[in-house]
């Protein structure tokens, strides 16, 4: 679902906002500041790619989002919820119903396969895909039954998508999803999330630090020093075959 | 200058502390039982044998019924083996305290005018020896006198032999024979109501009509005379026949020294098991961690290896870990083992009487431990060390392979493996994954299981044994014996005292039993037909009738003997004709306390060529009777000539009830403690290590929408299990455990037997289970302190 880039990036149509956030980690004896007052909005139904170089603010910014961490200060509306006026059991309960998570390292349980990985997803909520439609889904049909250490890093990071959209997630957070596979897998999971996308509508918040793979994305924030120091919209995003890294 | 290696071994040491205290913790309970007990072995032996030298114990006594002291000489004198000896005369005696409810007894034994040097002598506590002035004079065993409030200058009367005597206290001593001092035929002390006088020689033979003559030999051997105890007592004996010997018994045979001896043996078993199953838990749980260690440290062991450390220098470095852990544990177990001494010492000065029992510690005893807690760590470690000098540095430097995973057998059942939802199969392969270290978990679960069944079991028995004999056995009110045996007069007589509701006649006779293989020491007791106040039982409690004929024996008698029912044995009485006599095993009985032979009276008083003879009875006295009736029943008992000692069934049963309570409350509660210390500091390890194994597992899931609660019962699962399986191995573990420790407090004297009722294995698993989630609430506050976002790109 192609946006508007006519438009701003506090639209009603966002369905994350994000109003002066911070966030200061104590190291030691000072603090550090890793968000300095970011204000931004993702909108519903598209691709967000969220980049920057190491140490921007990407990961804790993306953390945010999906209610692992609580901002210092400032609000993160997620669908309408305001995630700091929520208590820690709150927020799991959100994680659990409306947030799908891709890591970089897939973090997949290794004595889990396939499907029983899928499952410790699908069975937190009531109406979600069965194991074997999600991992179809992925095009891992027959590799249900295969353990991580069974499978490539590819498959492995197929697994991880379909054990996160098998809750069938409004938001899919992706951490480097391609972060630790070669070219040809990264555009096959990149295909995949594009896919999901526009099929499923699912809304995607993807962070990476290569700006080529941002170009598969509606709208891509860059972040600085803690600060978001452009937004640019694209109308007509690339295809993930199209990208080159 | 400190190295660098020394520095990462600090540095790694204060990383690991949780997983490394509670080793440390486990190895320190080794440490602390090896001090105590070897500490306290060592003190109450040395203080027996002080105590035994100082005071000149007595390696033989013989009790005779009357015989001249100028013929015990020279047949003493007679015997090779006999050192020195000496004669005395010795009573029991019931105490006639005014306006008393509590029958008090004593024994009389006679002393030289001068006690000093005397064999089996004493040691003055308060006042002063006999002086030369008034002959009824008396030196109180120490104990008693105390818990009667009694001293130099007071005075008490004694009834024995038929005597009534006025006697006046002068001191109180304590003796080498009465360490551990109880009544005849009990096995509880209670110092208010029995104690020893000590008179003097000739006033016991001008009270018992003994003029030159005694009733009781005491006696030291040679060193060649030791070496045939039993040689030396035979000839003795047979010397001594024509004076009529009741009893002829070596050191190790007399009950206050056998009580002692089963104490420093049960110290020596416990000092080597105790110690041996902690050290063992302790290293393979270090083990577990310097394995785990090996793993984690790969990269940095292969840089080290790569820039030029040797192995040697490695091999010292990570044995340093194990030997530092095992010697904090040493340390520390040997402060509580100091400790827990002086609090075993406390318990022995209370049960036993020495002059001088300190808890001392030695410092050899410390190092021993420190020595031994490092050797087991290091032992631990080895397996680890093992993993780190394999290493190729090129390899090591490479992260490692990820780990495989497959089904479990258990998965592979046709019934079980559908039903097992994910969480059971994770826990199942998880267990799989790491066999070596569950095997750990659950050899370390069964012996703490083993150690609470055993504490319980303990319990159990003694509640069985008290119960048994108190209210199944035993269901007389008080119990009179005579000094000499009675006839069927005395028993109408002591049925007309007043408030006697019941009484029944008792034969007790001490015999030898000898059978083909074995010969033994016992006593029969002899009771009527219809006996109710002494009723023969089975283990299971059903009542056993007395044979017409032959003897109906404890079934631990019989097979010490190696007999069956059928079987013939040769009885010597040491009463009567003292003729042996050839009679016939009728029946055994399943008996849960003692080596009981029960036989009819009138068939026992056959065999001694008597009739209608008996030594006691037992009372059952008015149910709700108040005290004045009891008052008037016991001054009316004082009065009847020829009475020996009255006892207060109840009261004895309270004390026998007290004294085991005492003795083991604190044994349990440190058994406990013990068990606590296994189950938290293995679980506690178990989980931390695995939970730094699966950290990013554990972050993802909660990333996902899992709770705390959710992610830390996977992990509770997994403890749950191996632990369970564990305390079930550890149920017959704590059985047979508790029949070995049962087995070692057993005597010719008496024997227990081990009692397990059901709820106590149940209480053993819950309180076993109650450890496990104890460490869980630790597992839950370290999930919920974790930090997801650093654990979620850990590379494992």
Known sequence: MPIDPERSSDDDDAFVRLENVTRTFPMGEVDVRVLRGVTASIPRGCVTAIVGESGSGKTTLLNLIGGIDRPSDGRVIVGGTDLVKLSDRELTFFRRNRVGFVFQLYNLIATLTARENVMTAAELVADAATPDEALSLVGLDGFGDHFPGQLSGGQQQRVSIARAIAKRPELLLCDEPTGALDRETGVRILALLQTLNERQGVTIVLITHSRPIAALAHRVLSLEDGIVRSVRDSKNPKRAEELEW | ?796
């Open chain 2, 1 to 796: 200058m400190v190295s660098v290696l020394t520095r990462k071994l600090l540095r790694d040491l204060a990383r690991s502390g949780g997983t490394l205290s509670a080793v440390a913790v486990i190895a320190a309970a080794g440490a602390a039982c090896l001090v105590a007990f070897v500490s306290s072995l060592a003190n109450l032996e040395h203080a027996r044998d002080d105590y035994y030298a100082s005071a000149r114990m007595a390696d033989f006594w013989v009790d005779l019924r009357k015989c001249p002291v100028e013929d015990v000489r020279r047949a003493a004198a007679r015997i090779e083996g006999v050192a020195d000896i000496r004669a005395r005369i010795g009573w029991s005696a019931v105490l006639d305290v005014e306006g008393t409810t509590m029958p008090v007894n004593a024994m009389i034994l006679s002393l030289p005018s001068d006690p000093a040097n005397a064999i089996a002598g004493i040691v003055m506590k308060k006042g002063s020896a006999f002086s030369a002035g008034a002959r009824n004079q008396t030196i109180l065993s120490d104990k008693f006198a105390r818990a009667r409030s009694l001293g130099p200058g007071d005075t008490l009367t004694a009834v024995a032999g038929g005597q009534r005597r006025t006697l006046v206290v002068t001191g109180t001593a304590d003796s080498p024979e009465f360490i551990y001092l109880v009544s005849p035929g009990s096995i509880a002390e209670d110092p208010a109501t029995y104690g020893v006088l000590y008179v003097k020689h000739d006033f016991a033979e001008d009270m018992f009509g003994f003029e030159g003559a005694c009733n009781g030999i005491v006696g030291l051997l040679t060193p060649e005379g030791e070496r045939d105890v039993r040689g030396v007592l035979e000839r003795l004996s047979r010397e001594l026949a024509p004076f009529g010997v009741l009893n002829a018994y070596a050191r190790k045979d007399q009950f206050s020294a056998q009580m002692i001896d089963g104490e420093l043996q049960q110290l020596g078993t416990t000092s080597v098991l105790l110690p041996a199953v902690f050290f063992g838990i302790a290293a393979m749980v270090l083990n577990i961690l310097m394995t785990r260690l090996a793993e984690k440290q790969r990269t940095v062991v292969g840089t080290l290896k790569a820039i030029g450390y040797g192995d040697g220098r490695l091999v010292r470095h990570f044995l340093l870990f194990g030997a530092v852990t095992g010697l904090a544990g040493g340390a520390l177990g040997s402060l509580a083992g100091v400790w827990m001494t002086a609090g075993m010492t406390r318990l022995y000065r209370f049960y036993f009487t020495f002059p001088d029992l300190s808890s001392r510690v030695a410092p050899a005893v410390v190092a021993g431990a420190c020595a031994l807690s490092a050797v087991f760590a290091i032992l631990g470690s080895l397996q680890g060390l093992r993993r780190v000098l394999r290493l190729h540095p090129a390899e090591a430097m490479r992260p490692q392979s990820p780990p495989s995973a497959s089904q479990t057998f258990a998965e592979r059942l046709p019934f079980i493996g559908r039903r097992l939802g994910f969480r059971w199969r994770m826990v199942l392969r998880n267990l799989d994954r790491h066999r070596a270290r569950a095997l750990i978990a659950v050899i370390s679960a069964a012996f703490g299981a083993s150690i609470l069944l055993l504490a319980f079991g303990f319990l159990d028995s003694i509640g069985a044994i008290v119960d048994f004999q108190y209210r199944k056995v035993l269901r007389s009110d008080y119990r009179l014996t005579f000094d000499s045996e009675a006839d069927d007069g005395a028993l109408g007589e002591v049925r007309d005292l007043p408030g006697v509701v019941r009484a029944e006649p008792v034969l007790s006779v001490v015999c030898t039993f000898a059978s083909r293989s074995e010969t033994k020491r016992g006593t029969i007791t002899g009771i009527g037909g219809g006996a109710e106040l002494l009723v023969p039982r089975d283990a299971d409690g059903c009542v056993v009738a007395v044979p017409p004929a032959g003897l109906l024996m404890a079934d631990r008698m019989a097979g010490a003997l190696g007999l069956r029912t059928g079987d013939r044995v040769t009885v010597t009485p040491s009463r009567g004709g003292r003729r042996p006599v050839d009679v016939r095993v009728a029946g055994t009985i399943r008996s849960s306390v003692g080596m009981a032979v029960y036989a009819s009276r009138d068939w026992l008083n056959r065999i001694l060529n008597e009739r209608d003879v008996l030594n006691g009875v037992e009372v059952l006295f008015q149910s709700g009777a108040d005290d004045t009736l009891r008052r008037e029943f016991l001054s009316s008992v004082v009065e009847r000539p020829g009475i020996g000692t009255v006892t207060d069934i109840a009261r004895e049963k309270r004390a026998l009830r007290r004294q085991m309570d005492g003795a083991l409350a604190g044994s349990v509660i440190v058994m406990v403690l013990f068990a606590g210390v296994i189950f938290f500091g293995v679980t506690l390890n178990g989980t931390l290590v695995s939970l730094e194994e699966r950290r990013r597992e554990a972050a993802t899931l909660l990333v996902m929408g899992y709770s705390d609660a959710e992610v830390g019962a996977l992990f509770l699962r997994e403890t749950l299990l191996v632990n369970l399986v564990g305390a079930l191995f550890g149920v017959p573990l704590g059985v047979f455990g508790l029949h070995f420790f049962m087995a070692t407090v057993q005597t010719d004297a008496f024997s227990f037997s081990a009692e397990l009722r059901p709820e106590s294995v149940l209480y053993t698993l819950l309180t076993a289970l109650s450890f496990v989630f104890a460490c869980h609430a630790v597992t839950r506050r370290i999930l919920a302190r974790l930090d997801w976002r650093e654990s979620l790109n850990v590379r494992e």
